[in-house]
Structures are given as structure tokens and as C-alpha cells.
């Protein structure tokens, strides 16, 4: 009994329990309503992590345990997070997707590439087959410099010693720099440079008149600095004393650096910070064969301004148009412009310019043009030449001329010390100065005014010039030819060369370029130039090279045999300002015409011949 009891008893008991604990794992499930769980949301989103003040004043308001408020917040708060985690893990997703979409699109636009300055296809991953590509290029780049050299030999009178043999390098070490010219006419070293060579065209240095961006404020910058250029420009041009004073020796303008200082304050005494900075001002006037508004058109045209002044002018190129002016007048138009400025000689260093040029119409018939440097960030220490106002007034004549007054104000910073044979011309500000800008401009506006009028003298001896037309286009293609010669015989930077040292010290710039000009054939043109100093006048060394009666002595074309002068034509007042067509009397070639331009000024003279 006791033991059925007992069992009896413990059974029940057991069954208590089990109940309990089953009450206590299945608690009730009460949902908010949905007034709570508004007064939540709108609590969350002022305040995601509340105190318990503010739990225990939204319990009594609710009617909602402490706990109950903690444990909601704590739930939203991770629900939250996992919404936010799963919102950046697709964005992801995606920008993984569409970066693997550009990645594809770059992998075949690799394979079809090409490059622009060689033409060549895409490097492959092949390095066997890249190595011998290779070895095939620097066997045709070691002949064709054994084809240039002894084509060069034979302008300095003796052999060139070849560079040593080319061996397996990387890449980055064929990257041969230019021989260095120190200023004396010796260079760094006889040999040619591989540079020079079509094969490595990759190498030719880039322009510097790239496309640049120029903002509002940097065009309303320019605009004052042009205005305030021209302000000085017509103040130096029309008031004599006491910035200009009367030089003793030759009566030329000087300009007196004091007084000029004193009117014209600036923050700075100079644009360099360098010891060897130079000054160059000079001012000259004439009357030129043109009227008024057809020089503002040419020289507010940059194609139209390297025809002007081939000899000083090696490139022009509009950067940026500012302002366009009025139609037909110009007035008012203001250009970013660059330009390069030479010598006739391998000696003397071109003189670069980043430029505001304005043009404003003073009134009927009066023009001033001004430029003035400006200085482009990405190119401001390339540049060791600065351009403080300068330019000219323009005034028409009754008989259609034009009374032309020029000034050129420029600081220069000599790196290289001038070589001595120039060095007196380019310090005393000939070299680049207003008289040779002008004298120039007189004669080229008298060959444009010869190119236009139809009764000009000519002279035909042997049917080559039949019509007026013909005549033209002599011209025409003389003009070509004499810029042609002024592009290769100065030390533009558009042209890669090196400097062979020859014999009693003359030196030979040889320069390598691929010509694609209109009217020249399409190939590789080597030039060289040379500079030196003859005891004689420059007249008598003009007559010498211009008569065709002394043309056996020193043309190799003419083979040592007489020369005639089957045309003539005359494009200037001065005789020696003609262009010929000579007949070499050479049994060889018989058929052989030699065309012949001679031009001369107070600044000098030149004989050009094809």
C-alpha cells in the first residue's frame, strides 16, 4: 500500500512539474497594436538608443512592460542594420557587376589598339615574339643610321663615327636624349642620334601649344591684363621724352629704364628671379605698302603672320579666342596665342612666348595691336623669354599705305651665354628688336603687293613664265620655299637635331624630320646648317651667291658649269629682291631648272635655291 501510495503520489507530483515547465517554455505572444507600434517608430526615429527615463515614460504611455520597450528597440536596431547591410552588399554587387563589364569592354578594345605614334599593335604577352619584333627594329634602326650618317659625311667633309652596336636592352633605356649644344658651336659628341630616326618618332617632343582649359575668371584676368597693355603700349608708342631718349651713336630710341620704372610701377622689377636677366626696348616707324585694315587681318591670323615673317616667325598657333571683336574691324578681339621667335643660325636659341595679342580700332583709320606675355602654369618654366607690352600703331594714308610705329619690350633670362659671333647683335636688341620687325614687314608687303599686281617686271627668256598665272605661281611656290628654309635652318623646337662638331671648329646642327607639307614630298628630310664668319661685307657676299655668273664656284648643282638666267621676276624696289629660274648648262641634265629667290634689308639678306 505504502509502495502504491507512494507511487501513486510521486506520479503526481511528476505531472505538476511537467506542466509548469511547459507554461514556462510557451509564454503568450501579445502583438503591439498598431498605435504602439506608431508611437515607437516616430520614438525611434527621433532617438534610436533612449534612456531609461524616456522607456519608462513610454511605458506608462503604451501600457507596455520597461523590458518590453528595451528588447523593441533593441530588435529594430538590428533590423535596421541587417536592412542597411543588405542595401550596400547590392550596391556592391552592382558596381562589382559594371566594373567587370568595363574590364571585359577594355580587354577587347586592347586587342584591336593601335598606337598613334608608331602605328604599331598592342603589346603582347608573347615576350619570345615581343623580342624578336625587337631585335628586327633595332637592325633596320642601325641601318638607316648608316644611311643617314654617310649622308650627313658629306656635309662636313668627313667620315661620322657610327655609334657602338646596338644591344639587347629594356625599353626605358632607349631613350636617347639629344646631344647637348653649349652655346660655342661644339657638341657633345659626332654621332647622330637615334632620336633623329623615323623609328623613334615616339620620342619627338610634343608641342607646347596643347589644348588648355581657360575658365571665366582666367578670361576676365586676361581682358584687364590686355586692357592695361594697351594703355602702356600707346603711351610708349606716342610720348617721346623722357622715356625715350635719342641714342648718340646710331640716333636710334632708347628707352630710359628709369623713367620707364617710375610711370610704369610694378610689384616685381622683373618676371625672373635670376642674375642674368636682360632688357631689350626699341622703338621704329615707317610707311608700309598696305593699307590699315589689311595688316590688322594678318596679324590677328596666326597662319597669316608665320607668312609675314618667315624669318623671325618659325610657328604661331592660336591657343584660345578670347574675344572675337567686331566683324570686320577686329576691334575689340584678344587671342591666347603662341609663338616662337629665331635667328637665322643654329647659333643663337629660339625665344618662346606664350601671348594675349589685342587689337582696338582708336578710331577711323587708326589701329593698335598689342601683346603682351601671359603665363600658362603648366608651361611657366619652360618659358625664359617674358613680353612686357609691345606691339604697333597702324595708321592709313590717303594714298592707301600705312604709317606702321612698332615697339618691342621684352626681359630675357640667358641660360647658355650667346655665342660670340652673335653676341653683339642679340644684346644691343637687333637680332629681335623693332627695326628688323619693320624692315621685314616693308619688304614682305612689298612682294605681297608685286604677287597682286599683274604689270609686274619679268623677264622670260625661255618660256618658263608664259602667263600672269604662271607668274603667281612662281611666286607662290618661291614663298613656300623660302619658309621651308627658315623652318630648317633655325633651332626651332618643333624639330628634333644634334650637333656635329667638324673641322676649325665649325659646328653642323643636322636635323631629321618627316615632311608631310603640301607641296613637298612625303619622306624623311634632312637638313644642316652651319654658321661662319667671312672678313667680307654682306653686300659683296649677297652679290657673290645672288649673280649666276659666280654660281660654278660654289654650286655643286651646277657641277662647275655655267649657269643662265631664263626668268626673272622682280617682287620688291630694292633689285636684289627677285626671283630667278636658272639653266644649268650640264651635259647630264640638260633639262634641270634651278629656282632661285634673293631677298635683302637693312637686316639682313638670303639667297634660297631648290
Request: charged content about 20%.
Amino acid at each position: 500500500m505504502d509502495c502504491g501510495s507512494g507511487g501513486v503520489g510521486a506520479s503526481g507530483s511528476g505531472g505538476d512539474h511537467d506542466s509548469s515547465d511547459l507554461s514556462r517554455r510557451k509564454k503568450p505572444y501579445h502583438r503591439h497594436t498598431a498605435l504602439q507600434i506608431q508611437r515607437l517608430e516616430s520614438m525611434f526615429k527621433e532617438c534610436p538608443h533612449p534612456d531609461e527615463k524616456q522607456r519608462l515614460h513610454l511605458s506608462r504611455e503604451l501600457g507596455l512592460a520597461p523590458r518590453q520597450i528595451k528588447f523593441w528597440f533593441q530588435n529594430r536596431r538590428t533590423q535596421m542594420k541587417a536592412q542597411h547591410e543588405r542595401a550596400d552588399n547590392s550596391a556592391l554587387r552592382a558596381e562589382n557587376d559594371k566594373i567587370r563589364c568595363e574590364n571585359i569592354a577594355i580587354r577587347e578594345a586592347l586587342k584591336n589598339v593601335i598606337c598613334p605614334s608608331c602605328g604599331g599593335p598592342p603589346v603582347t604577352e608573347d615576350s619570345y615574339f615581343d623580342d624578336q619584333k625587337m631585335r628586327m627594329e633595332n637592325a633596320q634602326l642601325k641601318e638607316e643610321l648608316d644611311r643617314v650618317s654617310s649622308i650627313a659625311a658629306k656635309y662636313i667633309g668627313r667620315p661620322i663615327s657610327q655609334l657602338p652596336p646596338v644591344q639587347p636592352v629594356h625599353i626605358s633605356s632607349l631613350d636617347i636624349r639629344m646631344a647637348s649644344f653649349d652655346g660655342y658651336g661644339v657638341g657633345a659628341g659626332p654621332s647622330l642620334d637615334l632620336d633623329l630616326l623615323p623609328g623613334s618618332s615616339s620620342s619627338m617632343p610634343n608641342l607646347p601649344f596643347q589644348p588648355v582649359v581657360i575658365s571665366d575668371m582666367d578670361k576676365s584676368l586676361m581682358s584687364d591684363i590686355a586692357a592695361n597693355a594697351m594703355e602702356e603700349l600707346l603711351r610708349l608708342l606716342q610720348t617721346n621724352e623722357p622715356l625715350w631718349i635719342k641714342s648718340t651713336n646710331d640716333g636710334k630710341d632708347v628707352l630710359n629704364l628709369e623713367s620707364y620704372e617710375r610711370i610704369f610701377p610694378k610689384p616685381n622689377n622683373t618676371h625672373f628671379k635670376s642674375p642674368n636677366i636682360r632688357v631689350e626696348a626699341s622703338r621704329d616707324s615707317g610707311v608700309v605698302i598696305m593699307n590699315g585694315l589689311a595688316l590688322v587681318d594678318m596679324f590677328m591670323d596666326s597662319n597669316k603672320w608665320v607668312e609675314l615673317f618667315p624669318t623671325i616667325v618659325s610657328i604661331a598657333k592660336t591657343i584660345e579666342v578670347i574675344s572675337p571683336g567686331m566683324l570686320g574691324t577686329h576691334s575689340g578681339s584678344l587671342q591666347l596665342m603662341y609663338e616662337e621667335l629665331q635667328v637665322l643660325s643654329p647659333l643663337v636659341p629660339t625665344r618662346e612666348f606664350y601671348t594675349l595679342r589685342y587689337c582696338q580700332q582708336i578710331e577711323q583709320g587708326l589701329w593698335a595691336i598689342v601683346n603682351v606675355s601671359y603665363d600658362l602654369p603648366q608651361f611657366a618654366s619652360q618659358c625664359r623669354s617674358h613680353r612686357l607690352p609691345s606691339g604697333c600703331l597702324i595708321q592709313d594714308m590717303p594714298n592707301g599705305y600705312s604709317k606702321v610705329t612698332w615697339l618691342e619690350h621684352v626681359e630675357i633670362e640667358d641660360k647658355t651665354p650667346i655665342h660670340r659671333l652673335y653676341r653683339d647683335l642679340v644684346h644691343s636688341g637687333s637680332a629681335f628688336g623693332a627695326e628688323r620687325w619693320l624692315t621685314t614687314l616693308q619688304r614682305m608687303c612689298e612682294r605681297f603687293a608685286c604677287l597682286m599686281v599683274s604689270s609686274t617686271s619679268t623677264r622670260d627668256l625661255g618660256g618658263v613664265i608664259p602667263s600672269p598665272e604662271g607668274r603667281r605661281s612662281m611666286m607662290k611656290l618661291a614663298q613656300r620655299m623660302v619658309n621651308n628654309f627658315c623652318t630648317s635652318v633655325g633651332t626651332s623646337n618643333s624639330h628634333r637635331s644634334t650637333t656635329l662638331s667638324g673641322s676649325n671648329e665649325v659646328s653642323v646642327r643636322v636635323t631629321v624630320h618627316k615632311s608631310s607639307d603640301p607641296g613637298q614630298p612625303n619622306g624623311i628630310v634632312l637638313s644642316a646648317a652651319t654658321t661662319f664668319w667671312l672678313p667680307v661685307s654682306p653686300q659683296n657676299v649677297f652679290n657673290f651667291f645672288k649673280d649666276e655668273r659666280t654660281r660654278p664656284q660654289w654650286d655643286v648643282l651646277s657641277s662647275g658649269n655655267a649657269v643662265q638666267e631664263v626668268a626673272h621676276i622682280a617682287n620688291g624696289s630694292h633689285p636684289g629682291n627677285c626671283i630667278s629660274v636658272l639653266r644649268a648648262f650640264n651635259t647630264s641634265h640638260n633639262n634641270m631648272l634651278i629656282l632661285q629667290e634673293s631677298c635683302i634689308d637693312s637686316s639682313g639678306s638670303l639667297v634660297v635655291l631648290r
